[in-house]
């Protein structure tokens, strides 16, 4: 199994400004998912990233307004910028873990 | 890209009635998987299908892959008000595609 936390758990920001959300993974992983879930609704895929190469995105997400950094096996962060009020979501990051995936507990986001 | 459809999208049932949701895609599936998660929080893996026709069981709980792997399903047998939540399933690939879920809510 995997335990992961995320940081923060939850931020109200205004718009037009960034946030970055930081995931933390207990063991070494290849992949982490970072994941859209807007209130009410199903997970959506944002971007997959790897260690030491650019995260490849969904249809509908740009690095412009996600990017992606993923210094280490470990660790990744996720940036919302320029945020509008479209963007108040929970962001959940994901990794593999054998057959199944494990979920961070989230950042839910509210953008003012 | 690959969609998983899923209905309900709600499900309101008494405590010791049965529940069912189904999950449908156009194209066959390499696996399925199925979550659960309960209200404010993540999702948390139930279980993965793979073979075609296959029938696992959790305690009440009995997964289903349909034959041509293109749909799947979740029965619970007899609900009790722990099982309220979201139960989402999700097409395994590089990454999980998930479909929109059926909220059970269950009244005592």
């Known amino acids: 199994s995997a335990v992961i936390s995320q940081k923060p758990s939850r931020d109200i920001c205004q718009r037009g400004t960034s946030l970055t959300i930081q995931c933390q993974v207990d063991?070494?992983?290849?992949?982490m998912f970072w994941y859209r879930q807007q209130p009410g609704q199903s997970l959506t895929l944002i971007a997959t990233?790897?260690?030491?190469?650019?995260?490849?995105?969904e249809s509908g997400f740009v690095i412009d307004k996600f990017p992606i950094s993923r210094p280490n096996l470990t660790f990744s962060t996720l940036t919302v910028s320029n945020m509008s009020p479209e963007d108040s979501s929970i962001y959940l990051c994901s990794v593999e873990g054998g057959a199944e995936q494990y979920f961070g507990p989230g950042t839910r986001l509210t953008v003012t | 890209g690959q969609q998983v459809m899923q209905i309900p999208q709600y499900q309101h049932v008494q405590e010791g009635e049965d529940f069912t949701t189904y999950c449908n895609s156009s194209t066959t599936l390499s696996n399925i998987q199925w979550y659960k998660q309960r209200p404010g929080g993540h999702p948390v893996f139930l279980i993965q299908?793979?073979?075609?026709?296959e029938v696992k069981k959790q305690k009440r709980l009995t997964f289903q892959f349909g034959e041509a792997k293109k749909n799947s399903s979740l029965h619970i047998t007899a609900t009790q008000t722990t099982d309220v939540g979201t139960y989402f399933c999700?097409?395994?690939?590089?990454?999980?595609?998930f479909g929109k879920g059926t909220t059970l809510s269950v009244s005592s």
């Open positions: 299908l793979v073979k075609s026709g």
């Open positions: 063991s070494q992983v290849t992949m």
């Open positions: 999700a097409a395994a690939g590089t990454a999980l595609i």
């Open positions: 990233a790897n260690q030491g190469s650019e995260a490849t995105y």
